[in-house]
């Protein structure tokens, strides 16, 4: 990987020519800017100014042209963290003909990915906020291949898992302060600007406390592709090792700890029988702890970032998540709601301590790391007395940072009860057969014929053909919902049906005019479109 930006594919004045002659280019996807990602031929970056610039030339274009809306509050987001007033991308703009007074442009030849890095010591943030969203990104843009380049702006150093990053793609990421020892100013021939926030699926609690995100757009398969590739990279084999099942506790070995850990480890192995070990950031490798997760049966560990692994567990697998005293599970779901993510199949399992003498509380320490020494000494004692942390904002609330700090003896029997109400058995990686998650195509070719009996009743028979996909499918139930509709009204009577026909009599009138809904549904909860609404006059 080489750090040097190399010049050897550009000419140089051929490039200059272009720049001063076309200006930049600019068209961009989303229509506002928390779901913008921007494309760019020549987009400028000056290195003392700290600022992207845009070059005017007859030949620019720069599209959505908002006018002054591009300041309110700004033309996109450049880290996949919504809305976020830290994390803004704008330009200052220019005529091309100031380039004659400005330092000589340096021109960036690889294809750029420009993107902000939200909190790249936290491990949840690092595959939940950038690793995922840029590996998506560049599934987005075929020209982002493994020959494009990233770049993080968002000014930080390369952060305690900078070896991540550099998996995404075969060129050395580089950082904003980087940038300077290139040049003064920088030209990107090629650039992509924002990130995709498809994948991402919790909120931090900025604006209202946190939580899982309104409209969750991923699944379990694309997150498997994306751990899949990250496998592959970090040269962890793939295949099972059909050997022994096992359960493993990811321990803290700095703050929030299991105080009797030992304990944990033997009670777990001799409930589920099966061997059970731990691991640490600070003691095992990434790669080994990739390895471990992914052909485990289980993992247990304390609330916090280093949970986000499961998302590298097998299909069929168990989470355990463990919470201190007066942190409620309900209120704090990063890892649940990855773990219950359709398709990805895994259990998840909450387990709080609800016992103050099993806890340890930390007042003396900094404030970031949980001490209210600083607090006066009625919120202290109000802190201290509490018995359930408020929800709250993000992410300087004293007394959450109290409670989350906390060490806490496990109580076992009370854990391995709660497991026991999910686990059944055995846990363990389960074989899925994934026809399980297609939805049914509209149903074919319905037809309604009505008949009227006398004044007062009617009978309306419908019939259709099944779902064109589904001659091509195992399914283990299919039923049809149809919704009768009398013309003019808006409620109608819903039935669910096994058979492709059936004559409604009930409530029928002669000489009315139905509207007919039909929809298939496979396995009960599969529900397919309806299809276009069908006239019936009796
Ligand atoms: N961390 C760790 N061991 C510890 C404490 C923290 O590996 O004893 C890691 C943790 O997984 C995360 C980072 O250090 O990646 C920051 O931890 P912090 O407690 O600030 O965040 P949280 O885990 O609550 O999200």
């Given amino acids: 990987q080489s750090q040097e930006l190399s010049q050897v594919q550009i000419d140089y004045h051929a490039a200059l020519q272009a720049l001063v002659e076309d200006g930049t280019r600019m068209v961009c996807t989303g229509r506002m800017h928390t779901d913008r990602i921007c494309r760019f031929e020549s987009l400028c970056y000056s290195t003392e100014a700290e600022e992207f610039v845009f070059f005017h030339s007859n030949s ?51 294809v750029a990915l420009i993107t902000n890095r939200f909190n790249p010591d936290n491990l949840m943030h690092v595959f939940h906020d950038d690793l995922l969203p840029i590996y998506y990104t560049m599934q987005q843009f075929p020209d982002l291949d493994q020959e494009s380049r990233l770049f993080f702006m968002e000014g930080w150093s390369e952060g305690l898992h900078f070896d991540l990053y550099k998996l995404l793609s075969n060129k050395q990421p580089l950082l904003k302060e980087q940038l300077k020892t290139l040049g ?14 498809i994948t991402t699926w919790y909120q931090y609690g900025f604006v209202q406390p946190q939580g899982p995100k309104a409209n969750i757009l991923v699944s379990g398969n694309e997150i ?8 592959e990279k970090l040269n962890v084999s793939l295949e099972e090792s059909s050997s022994e099942e096992y359960i493993i506790v990811f321990s803290r070995t700095i703050n929030r700890l299991i105080l009797n850990e030992a304990e944990l480890i033997l009670a777990l192995a001799q409930e589920f029988q099966m061997k059970t070990i731990t691991v640490s950031l600070e003691d095992h490798s990434f790669s080994d702890i990739v390895h471990l997760i992914n052909n485990a049966s289980m993992l247990v560990s304390m609330h916090g970032a280093q949970l986000v692994m499961s998302l590298f567990l097998p299909r069929g697998a168990t989470v355990v998540e463990l919470f201190p005293y007066a942190i409620n599970p309900e209120h704090y779901t990063p890892y649940k709601t990855l773990a219950t993510l ?28 949980g001490g209210i020494a600083h607090l006066d000494k009625v919120e202290q004692e109000h802190i201290i007395k509490s018995k359930e942390v408020p929800r709250h904002l993000c992410c300087r609330n004293p007394e959450w940072l109290f409670r989350a700090y906390q060490d806490t003896k496990v109580d ?45 009743e009617a009978k309306l028979a419908v019939s259709w053909q099944i779902p064109w996909n589904l001659k091509y499918l195992k399914v283990r139930e299919v039923k049809y919902e149809v919704w009768i509709q009398e013309q003019g009204e808006n409620t109608y009577m819903p039935y669910i049906l096994s ?40």
């Avoid at 998650?437 to 037809?447: C, E, I, M, S």
């Avoid at 479109?529 to 006239?535: E, T």
């Fill in 60 to 110: 620019s274009v720069m599209l959505p042209n908002l006018g002054s809306r591009r300041f309110q509050p700004a033309l996109l987001d450049l880290s996949s963290v919504e809305d976020h007033n830290t994390q803004y991308f704008n330009f200052v703009e220019l005529p091309a003909a100031a380039l004659k007074f400005m330092p000589k442009p340096v021109f960036v030849p690889d």
């Fill in 184 to 197: 003064r100013l920088l030209c990107f021939t090629k650039s992509y600007v924002g990130l995709s926030k």
């Fill in 224 to 231: 498997r592709q994306f751990t899949k590739f990250m496998m």
């Fill in 342 to 369: 359709p398709g990805m199949d895994l259990q998840y399992i909450a387990w709080q301590n609800t016992d103050r003498e099993n806890t340890v509380t930390y007042p003396d320490r900094p404030w970031d790391q």
């Fill in 412 to 456: 076992i029997p009370s854990l391995i009860q709660v497991i026991r109400q999910t686990v059944k058995s055995k846990p363990g990686p389960k074989k899925q057969k994934w026809t399980s998650g297609l939805y049914p195509g509209k149903v074919r070719d319905a037809k309604c014929q009505a008949s009227v009996q006398g004044t007062s």
């Fill in 499 to 538: 058979h492709q026909n059936h004559t409604f009599s009930e409530n029928i009138k002669p000489f009315t005019i139905y509207l007919v809904w039909i929809r298939c549904i496979f396995n009960k909860n599969l529900l397919g479109p309806f299809a276009d609404v069908l006239l019936c006059s009796t």
